[in-house]
């Protein structure tokens, strides 16, 4: 029998992901595929699967999910709470459940987007060469209450490994180099850009993430009206009214408005894990540090299995505590426990 | 920062753009169309993608794995080898013919559109189907032509207020140019007809139905047609056919 989840309630804001459809920007259509695909490479490293794998992006609120088989799965991105039955469930971790078990996930503790991922990974439907949904394009849909997410066949067996997390989740400081148009905003007008503290407006979504601040807005000089033209993931466009708007990946593929600079790929998991109301300063670099950093996230992300640890339970987690035998065997300090 | 075209920048880490020229112009797209088809033609292995928007052509690539200076190095020696300014439209281009509806309750600002451009609505109508329209990009949304280039009369300006919604396969106008929607969207542009033409068939064997140099001429129908068309539209050719251009 195939493995799935069945959906028993699921939160406003899931989808199936993958890292994207690429190869379509000249027919409109953005490469799309899981906002942040760092979570998506650490998942895969705990199952020792293919990051190709599709996985399911959570905004906001999880759900609850029942396993119809014995299976496999791991909790990435945005911390949440997660239950396995009435054991709670590490996070960033990967965890076997016994058919009939019941995965609760809630509200993000920390971040915006959190991911489910099973062993073998999700089947959902391939479309144009992905899994991914792409909703601005009507591509994928939501999942829904009463759905069934099945799995591909597991190959692999290994469970109970966590990854360390790491500092994305709650803003800071996010990398970027010149774009386009970055010559065409005053030294001044950078220096501020690079001294304002912007906060990630509650509005933000997979097509990019408005950023607020105090003052004025921020203006480009000496341009005529800007011929519409490719843009990409992490370019910051500003809007009209002087706003800055970081591009994500489910953008359009073309836009109008001078862009100051463009976030690294590397800072684009900060980027998008910033929850509602983080804070975020903008630094330019070189795009020859950026050429440094970003090789050696490749490899960050290549040696991400090696870093996985073995889970180690957490006293407060075993529900049944009080039945285990917590003390025979110990005797006394004095005495070798070898001997 | 050159003042002289084409230019050549490094956009983000994802590819480099070479830019024709600074304003719209039917040479520079001409341009920008050859360049790219002449950059896939070399095969080069940085190339992970290309596209073309209004007058420049972008190539995808991974800056952290192929140097930007080797790629401009590459780009200015292909960009020195002809005028690309002169080149000959794609290869392999169709003629469309595609129903719309123009004004009433499915195109609601057919008639201010023809006011700011100075005509009666049956003028603005018999011109809006008596030009064929080109494909100078598809791009924004998926599949999503922009169409050039009408009189200079049709210059009319995108409205200060955005409609909320407008549907898909509407035909909006503005600065001269059309555009067919993909989605419904909002739009600062005017709803002058109305299509049944879907630009985006996910499960079709052909999701995007037009390429940058296809013409398009529409056709003036009723509302009655048009929505016997929009019934039986399971395929989303929305009562168009084509033929091949010369």
Known sequence: MTAALKVIQIGPAAAFQDLGRPGYIASGL???????????????????QSPDCAVLEIASVGGVF???????????????????????????AAHRMEAGQRLTIGAARSGS???????????????????????????????????TLPALPDTGTRTGYYLPRDKRFDGGTVRIVPSVQTNHFPPEERARFEATS?????????????????????????????????????DIQITGDGTPFVLMCESQTTGGYPRIGTVIPADLP?????PAGGQITFQFITLEEAVTI??????????????????VRDINDISDLLSYQLVSGAISAQADPFE | MSNTYPTIHTVGLSGVLVTFAEALDDTANRAALAFRAAVDAQGWDWVHESATSLISAFFRTDLAQHSAASITEQLTDLLATRDWFAAPLPEGRKLWHIPAVFGGDLAPQLDEAAEAAGLSPQDAVAELTSTRMRVITIGFAPGQPYLGTLGEHWNIPRLGTLSPNIPRGALVAAVRQLCLFSNDTPTGWRHVGQTAFHTFRPTSETPFPLSPGDELLFHATTPADYNTIAANNADGAGGATWEALP
């Open chain 1, 113 to 147: 987007y959190a991911y489910l991922h099973i062993g073998g990974g999700f089947d959902a439907p391939v479309r144009m060469g992905a899994r991914g949904g792409h909703m601005s394009a009507g591509l994928g849909k939501l999942i829904a209450k009463g759905d």
């Open chain 1, 270 to 274: 900060r980027m998008a894990q910033t």
């Open chain 1, 30 to 48: 953005t490469r799309g595929g899981a906002i942040d695909t760092l979570a998506v490479h650490e998942g895969a490293a705990l199952l020792k």
């Open chain 1, 294 to 311: 970003q090789q050696q996230d490749a490899k960050a992300r290549a040696g991400l299995a090696a870093k996985a640890q073995p889970l």
């Open chain 1, 66 to 92: 029942e396993a119809t088989a014995p299976l496999r799965i791991a909790l990435t991105g945005a911390d949440m709470t997660a239950r396995i039955d009435d054991a709670s469930a590490a996070w960033n």
């Open chain 1, 198 to 234: 912007f906060k990630r407006d509650p509005r933000a979504n997979r097509q990019g993430i408005r950023m607020e601040h105090d003052g004025t807005g921020f203006a480009a000089q000496g341009m005529r009206t800007i011929v519409s033209e490719v843009i990409v993931q992490g």
